[in-house]
């Protein structure tokens, strides 16, 4: 796994930032009530409480309609969005600076035109949304949902598009890594996607919105592949591997490597923050 924090001038930077004002012990102990984040060995939980740290630091939050964020709370949001790219660098979250947050889902204000070019709100009801060169827009409810292995997870949901949109449009293809040939990642990425598109009810855990889209479906496996990995590999082995591949990590081999399972009966969300 890299130990970057970049390249050049925003590197040297962040490490300079790490050293002068380290994560604080809370965030590290946050670490531990959260199921998903466990089984990590401890230059890995350094490594990501540093990143979270970072993102904290980089990132926007802009909370609306009255929410208020503590700092254990704060320390939740940031773990989870740092969780996609702990083998990776933050420079691939650099399409977005803001983080906007709603107490609850949301209503989009995209708008569409009919046959008759009168336009109109879109009104379809949100727990996040991810734009191009941002801002991220995430419900906070299904945030402090996250991480506890019921495979929905709206913070990586809406990073993997980030991460997804680093080639330009969301289509699936992310930017991938020199040892990922993209013949290979077509082959297995688009037979997966036509077959659960053709059918999504016939893969039970996997939630069918994945086949409104290639996007959707690649945002939906990164979910399950941090929040349940059993079911990717399950369906899709080659995909899953594919995936260790391009984010350095295998959360199914840590789960089954520390005290916790997915499936494994965990206390509600309530307890997490």
Known sequence: ??????????????????????????????????PILGGFAPFERK????????????????PHQGLRLAPDERFHLALLAALPILGLDPDW????????L???????????????????????????????????????EAVVAAGFGTGHNVVIHECAHQLDMRNGQANGFPPLSAGIDIKEWSGEWMSAWWAFHATPHAWPGIDSYGASAPAE?????????????????DAWPGVYMLFTRFFRQDPLAR????PWRPGADEPGPGHAV
């Not at 001038?9 to 962040?14: C, E, T």
């Not at 979250?93 to 906007?100: F, L, S, T």
């Not at 789960?255 to 520390?258: E, H, L, M, P, V």
């Open 1 to 34: 796994m890299t130990a970057s924090y970049g390249r050049g001038w925003r590197g040297w930077k962040r490490r300079r930032f790490l050293r002068r004002h380290p994560p604080p012990p809370a965030l590290d102990a946050h670490i531990g009530r959260v």
């Open 47 to 62: 490594r990501l409480a540093a990143l979270a740290w970072l993102w904290l630091h980089e990132k926007q939050l802009t």
């Open 93 to 100: 979250y650099a399409g977005y600076r803001e983080v906007i």
């Open 102 to 140: 709603y107490p609850g889902r949301f209503r989009t204000p995209r708008r569409y035109f009919d046959g008759a070019g009168v336009s109109h709100p879109d009104g379809r009801v949100f727990s996040g949304e991810a734009w191009h060169y941002g801002p991220l827009v995430l419900a906070w």
């Open 217 to 233: 479906f690649f945002s939906v496996l990164c979910e399950l592949f941090f929040e349940a990995p059993d079911r990717v590999i």
């Open 255 to 258: 789960f089954n490597a520390g």
